[in-house]
């Protein structure tokens, strides 16, 4: 079966640090990943999404980054954090029905 | 313009009671509709999920209403459990391309 994990769960970091988010996944090749974040009280947004190593589609243009290096590995990043990267960051898998599968999720915070 | 509209905000149902929350979307090529229930600190999981070729959709104590032609989709949970107090999101999309909703947050009475 399928697994996907995150780390870490949480984080909290100063406002300028740089910052590495990793999600894998296992049972399952060239899956689709996607980087969400979601803010307190607020809904899912898509930030990147990945059809496969070294392809990065990003939706929402700010201060975050995401790499894929591997087949089902998916890193978010950022050079300087700022305030406003705070929130609970999930990573997720496109079944082959077309559902996305979430992970446990990092909670971000930024002081 | 926001893809996906969801209410209501909160929602609180006594045990045994009917929980309804519905979600409207906006692009008429969105051809799956899942819901997603999350519980703190927990990443979403899924629920049950629709494709607008069915009206309706039932799993469990759970079911999905489909209207194409409204736009317009609802999460009905029968027999509504402590348990099953979460909070809710719709999704609408097709592709590589999903638009959630803000969220339910369900409180069931015991």
């Known amino acids: 079966s399928q697994t996907i994990h995150q780390w870490p769960a949480t984080l909290v970091q100063p406002v300028g640090s740089p910052l590495s988010l990793e999600c894998t996944v296992e049972?399952?090749?060239?899956?689709?990943l996607y980087w969400y974040r979601q803010a307190a009280g607020r809904g899912l947004q898509l930030l990147f999404y990945s059809v496969g190593i070294g392809q990065i589609s990003s939706e929402v243009p700010q201060n975050l980054s995401a790499s894929r290096p591997q087949d089902r590995q998916f890193i978010l990043s950022s050079k300087k954090l700022l305030l406003s990267d705070s929130g609970f960051y999930l990573c997720?898998?496109?079944?082959?029905?077309?559902?996305?599968?979430f992970g446990p999720g990092t909670r971000l915070t930024v002081l | 313009q926001q893809q996906v509209k969801q209410s209501p905000q909160s929602l609180i149902v006594q045990k045994g009671g009917i929980s309804i929350i519905n979600c409207a979307y906006e692009n008429t090529a969105f051809d799956y509709f899942p819901w997603y229930q999350q519980f703190p600190g927990k990443g979403p999981a899924l629920l049950i999920a629709?494709?607008?070729?069915?009206s309706e959709k039932k799993e469990g104590r759970f079911t999905i209403s489909f209207n194409k032609s409204a736009k317009q989709f609802s999460l009905h949970i029968m027999d509504s459990q402590p348990g099953d107090s979460a909070t809710y999101f719709c999704a609408a999309g097709t592709g590589n391309q999903f638009y959630f909703g803000t969220g339910t947050s369900l409180t069931v009475i015991p």
């Open positions: 629709i494709r607008p070729d069915v």
């Open positions: 049972g399952t090749s060239n899956p689709n």
């Open positions: 997720a898998w496109r079944g082959p029905a077309g559902t996305q599968y």
